[in-house]
Nanobody, 116 residues
Framework: QVQLVESGGGLVQAGGSLRLSCAASGRTFSRYGMGWFRQAPGNQREFVATVSDNGARAYHADSVKGRFTIARDNVKNTVYLQMNSLKPEDTAVYYC?????????WGQGTQVTVSS
């Protein structure tokens, strides 16, 4: 079955960096876009970034543009989120996403905490 596993979260101070990884398994994902979402306590899950099937195109939310970069490695079936210049408001659980044949799949999330 399809499985997404996020890793790389942790506790960092403002201005620091983290690199999140999402390892996908169960099938080949090279024909599908993938993305990252996040959810802070009391908030709805919000879009962070997406990357196209071949990695050629990407879109980042305004709140993270210029600081975060999404990328993928289709050989490894892995998508990454490089997070630089982190701010306390980036604190959230980050989720990996892929849509296969009209159905969304999500990982369990990885916690990112940014202290001031």
């Amino acid at each position: 079955q399809v499985q997404l596993v996020e890793s790389g979260g942790g506790l960092v101070q403002a201005g620091g960096s983290l690199r999140l990884s999402c390892a996908a398994s169960g099938r080949t994902f090279s024909r599908y876009g993938m993305g990252w979402f996040r959810q802070a306590p009391g908030n709805q899950r919000e879009f962070v970034a997406t990357v196209s099937d071949n990695g050629a195109r990407a879109y980042h939310a305004d709140s993270v543009k210029g600081r975060f970069t999404i990328a993928r490695d289709n050989v490894k079936n892995t998508v990454y989120l490089q997070m630089n210049s982190l701010k306390p408001e980036d604190t959230a659980v980050y989720y990996c996403n892929v849509r296969l044949t009209g159905q969304d799949y999500w990982g369990q999330g990885t916690q990112v905490t940014v202290s001031s």
